[in-house]
């Protein structure tokens, strides 16, 4: 067996420990404190390993964090990211807990943001620190961002990762994934908001001088959801709406948020274009659309699959499986990948349900993906 590998199934019990600590600290995006603990944590769980940390202070989100190893010019970047999507409290619902599941004997954990993605941080910090116990240097310079606001599109980490990724010749994602995934290809991310005006009036004593805003966002909604396109993985998804304000005054506002999919650029283009030129169905009524492509799509790609046919085979080597799989989800690899930096995502925790109450993870998967990120680094500089 790798030495790595056997190195870290004897800090299975430290690792499930660690991943508690870090599910016990909430953080959701939009709290910048809460997710400064979680960034106080992991610098100081970093520092213990001579890492070089910085932090870079966000004054909306919670800090970022570059964690570096090493000297040189060549360099492997690691993404992660500290925030959830879950509110703060949720942890009285669901505390951390570790549960067998009966038939299969898998040893499971639950909690606020265990999949998505504080099993991932646990991933990095584990795999490193093993290369570290085991004195085993990498060729390359290894630096991991840690970012605040990746679940609300990483409007303020971006221009650190696609710095940080141009001058890498690798990026590995620890963003979660189910069984023996590793992701390849993401769908690009569309947001969009419609506003729409028309003209209130009195539904009794005035209905035909009114012009309702919510009529014409009825028919807006019909027309933006009949651009999904499921053979070209093209989705539109009217996500959010809101119109009017009593039921005797004909709306003279309506709103609504858009979702857009797309898995080419050349797609999120034409895309992007469709939706700016809705035009009213009610000559009366006026359109704004605002919003456009947010991450761009990572499209699959050589280089891609270069990188995942190596992580394959050092899997291979550690007795899994694994196979390339893509997903409509948009990660910080979208980025990358997009700038043409070979990219490899999905290297987190093995578990299913992200963003719902049912999230879990298999812990034993632990120690098998933390050998699998350490082993591919090393190999990566062969
Ligand atoms: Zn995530």
């Known amino acids: 067996m790798s030495q790595i590998l056997r190195a870290l199934q004897a800090q299975q019990a430290a690792m ?51 964690v570096s190893w090493g000297e040189g010019d060549r360099q492997i970047l690691l993404l992660g990211h500290m925030d959830t999507v879950w509110s703060l409290g949720e942890i009285g619902e669901r505390p951390f807990q570790v549960v067998q599941d009966g038939e299969s004997g898998l040893l499971m954990g639950t909690g606020p943001g265990v999949f998505d993605m504080k099993g991932g941080l646990v991933i990095g910090l584990y795999a490193v620190a093993t290369l570290r116990a085991l004195n085993l240097a990498p060729a390359h310079r290894l630096v991991f961002l ?39 290809w993401r769908k690009g991310i569309g947001r969009f908001e419609l506003e729409i005006h028309g003209r209130a009036s009195h539904a009794g004593a005035a209905h035909e001088q009114g012009v309702s805003a919510v009529e014409e966002l009825a028919h807006q909604i019909l027309r933006l959801e009949a651009l999904t396109d499921y053979n070209r993985g093209t989705t539109i998804n009217v996500g959010v709406v809101q119109g009017g304000s009593k039921v005797n005054v004909r709306p003279a506002a309506a709103w609504a948020e858009i979702d857009l999919r797309v898995t080419t650029a050349e797609e999120g ?95 034993g998967s632990m120690s098998r993906r933390a050998a699998l990120l350490a082993e591919l680094i090393l190999a990566l500089g062969q």
Not at 283 to 288: E, F, N, Q, T, V
């Open 16 to 66: 499930v420990r660690t991943l508690g600590e870090l599910v016990a600290l909430e953080s959701p995006s939009h709290e910048r404190e809460a997710v400064n603990a979680v960034a106080d944590y992991l610098v100081q769980a970093f520092g213990q390993l001579n890492a070089k940390v910085e932090r870079l202070p966000q004054p909306a989100f919670g800090d970022h964090l570059r």
């Open 146 to 184: 840690l970012n605040s606001d990746e679940e609300c599109g990483s409007p303020t980490s971006r221009p650190a990762i696609e710095e940080e990724g141009l001058r890498s010749e690798y990026v590995l994602v620890l963003e979660p994934s189910r069984e023996n995934a590793l992701v390849t």
């Open 269 to 363: 283009r034409r895309m992007t274009k469709a939706i700016r030129s809705i035009r009213p169905v009610n000559p009366d009524a006026s359109l704004l659309v605002s919003g456009s492509m947010n991450r761009p799509p990572w499209e699959a790609s050589a280089a891609s699959l270069a990188l995942f046919e190596r992580a394959r085979q050092v899997g291979a080597k550690l007795g899994m499986e694994l196979w390339p799989a893509g997903t409509g989800g948009g990660s910080d690899g979208n980025f990358t990948a997009a700038l043409q930096i070979p990219t490899l995502d999905g290297l987190g925790i093995v578990g299913n349900d992200a963003h719902a109450v049912t999230e879990w993870v298999d812990l």
